[in-house]
C-alpha cells in the first residue's frame, strides 16, 4: 500500500468517513426577528434519458450523475426544488424505505414515528415530514418548522393537494408557480438512510444519509438495501434518446428491412435508424399469443405505448425544438407539451398496466415469435425478403425454360 493511501486510512480512523458520494446542498444564511437560520436547497430535475422513466439528478452535484445519495443535517431546514420543467409528473416524496407508497412501506408522515425510535412524536402528529409549497405557500397545517409555518401537529403536510397537481396538463403545472417540498428532521435517535422517490413513476428513488455539522456521515452502511438496480443505457439508446433499442436494430428476423424509406446519409440518416429500431421493437412486442380480452389489450398496448414513449424521448434528445417556456403559445412549445405529456403519461399508464397484469394473476408477457414472409410495403417486398422472392421468380423462369426452347 502506498504511503498516500496509508495517510488517507489513518485520517478516515481519526476524523470519520470522508464525503466524496454524498451530494450536499447549497445553503445560505437567513435572519429572523427571533434568530439566525440557514436554509439549504437541493435544486431537482429529471434526466428523461436516463433509464425508461428517466432519473433525478441535483443541480448542485453535477458530476454525481442521476439520483445522487444527499447529505442532510438533523435540525436543519432543507428545500428541494421541483420547478424546473423536467420534473413535470414526478412528484417527490421522502421514506423510510426503497420507493415508499409504491411498496407500501412507511413514508416519512406525521403519524410515522421513524424506524426503532423511541420518540413519541406519532402521538401527536410532529413526527419528520415534508412540507409541500407552491410558489412559497405552504399547502399543508403540519409544521416541525417555524420558518415556513407556526408549529403544530396535524395529519394534513400538503401531499393531497401537490400531488394531484402533477397530473394537471403540464401548461397548468408549469403556470401554477414553483413547487417545492421542506424537510427539517429532528428525532435524534434515528441514523439510518431515508429515501427520496417520485409518487407517480415507481424505480426512481434516491438515497438520503445523516451527516454531522462537518459534513461527515453518521453511517457509511447503506441501509436500507435497495431491491433494484438503476437502468444502464447502451450506446445505441445513448445516441438516440430511448431505452431499451439496441436488440432491435435492423437487419431483424422478425421486421422488415426498414421502416423508413430513402433515409439520406448523416446524422439525419442515424436519427431514422432509431426509428427502424423502435418500430421494430414494437412490431416484435404486438405479435402477442391470446389467453384473454383483457391481458390481450394490455400485451398489445404496453408495446405501443412504449414506441411512443421512445418516439418523442428520440425527437426531444434532438433539441430541435426551441421552447424556453411551454406555456407560450408557438409550435415548438404545443409540440414540446406533447413529446413531456407521452413520456410520463403513458410511462404511468405502463406501469398501471403492469401492475394490473401482476395483481390479476396475469401473464406479464405473452410473445409469439412470428417471422418475416412475404410482407410488402406499397407493393415492394420488403428486407431480405426480397431476394428470396426475386429468387423464387427465376426459379420458376429457369423452371420453364425446357418447355420455351
Known amino acids: 500500500m502506498k504511503y498516500s493511501s496509508l495517510i488517507l486510512v489513518f485520517l478516515s480512523k481519526l476524523f470519520g468517513e470522508t464525503n466524496a458520494e454524498v451530494c450536499l446542498p447549497k445553503c445560505q444564511p437567513y435572519v429572523s426577528t427571533t434568530r439566525s437560520f440557514s436554509k439549504c436547497t437541493f435544486t431537482f430535475e429529471v434526466d428523461l434519458h436516463a433509464g425508461e422513466l428517466g432519473y433525478y439528478k441535483v443541480k448542485e452535484c453535477p458530476d454525481m450523475g442521476t439520483n445522487p445519495t444527499l447529505g442532510i443535517q438533523k435540525g436543519v431546514s432543507y428545500i428541494f426544488d421541483q420547478a424546473d420543467i423536467s420534473n413535470y409528473m414526478h412528484p417527490l416524496g421522502l421514506a423510510y424505505y426503497p420507493d415508499g407508497a409504491h ?17 413519541d412524536c406519532a402521538s401527536s402528529n410532529s413526527c419528520p415530514a415534508p412540507m409541500y409549497i407552491r410558489e412559497g405557500i405552504y399547502l399543508g397545517k403540519y409544521s416541525n418548522d417555524e420558518t415556513i409555518s407556526e408549529v403544530t401537529g396535524d395529519e394534513d403536510f400538503g401531499l393531497d393537494v401537490y400531488e394531484p397537481e402533477f397530473f394537471y396538463p403540464i401548461t397548468d403545472w408549469a403556470g401554477a408557480g414553483r413547487y417545492s417540498i421542506s424537510l427539517k428532521f429532528d428525532v435524534d ?15 426512481m428513488n434516491g438515497r438520503i444519509k445523516f451527516i454531522d455539522e462537518n459534513n461527515n456521515v453518521l453511517k457509511s452502511e447503506d441501509y ?11 450506446s445505441f439508446d445513448e445516441e438516440c434518446g430511448t431505452y431499451n433499442l439496441s436488440p432491435f436494430q435492423l437487419p431483424n428476423e422478425q421486421c422488415p428491412s426498414t421502416f423508413v424509406c430513402d433515409a439520406p446519409e448523416g446524422s439525419l440518416g442515424s436519427y431514422s435508424k432509431c426509428y427502424d429500431a423502435m418500430n421494430c421493437a414494437m412490431m416484435q412486442g404486438m405479435t402477442t399469443n391470446v389467453d384473454d380480452e383483457i391481458s390481450l389489450f394490455m400485451h398489445q398496448m404496453i408495446p405501443h405505448h412504449q414506441n411512443a414513449v421512445n418516439m418523442a424521448k428520440a425527437l426531444l434528445k ?29 410511462n404511468h399508464q ?22 418475416m414472409t412475404s410482407t410488402t410495403v406499397k407493393g415492394i417486398t ?22 420455351l426452347m
Open 350 to 371: 405502463i406501469q398501471t398496466m403492469q401492475a394490473i397484469l401482476e395483481a390479476g394473476d396475469y401473464k406479464s408477457e405473452n410473445d409469439c415469435v412470428v417471422e
Open 224 to 234: 436500507p438495501d435497495q431491491p433494484y438496480t438503476y437502468d444502464v443505457i447502451s
Open 318 to 346: 434532438t433539441r430541435k425544438l426551441k421552447c424556453d417556456d411551454v406555456t407560450e403559445e408557438t409550435d415548438d412549445c404545443a409540440l414540446e407539451v406533447i413529446l413531456r405529456e407521452i413520456i410520463n403519461g403513458q
Open 189 to 203: 435517535d434515528f441514523e439510518d438512510d431515508i429515501f427520496y422517490f417520485c409518487h407517480i413513476h415507481a424505480g
Open 382 to 403: 420488403s428486407g431480405a425478403k426480397r431476394t428470396s422472392f426475386i429468387s423464387a421468380i427465376l426459379t420458376f423462369v429457369l423452371g420453364l425454360m425446357p418447355f
Open 103 to 119: 411498496r407500501e412501506v412507511d413514508e416519512l408522515e406525521p403519524g410515522i414515528s421513524p424506524p426503532d425510535s423511541l420518540s
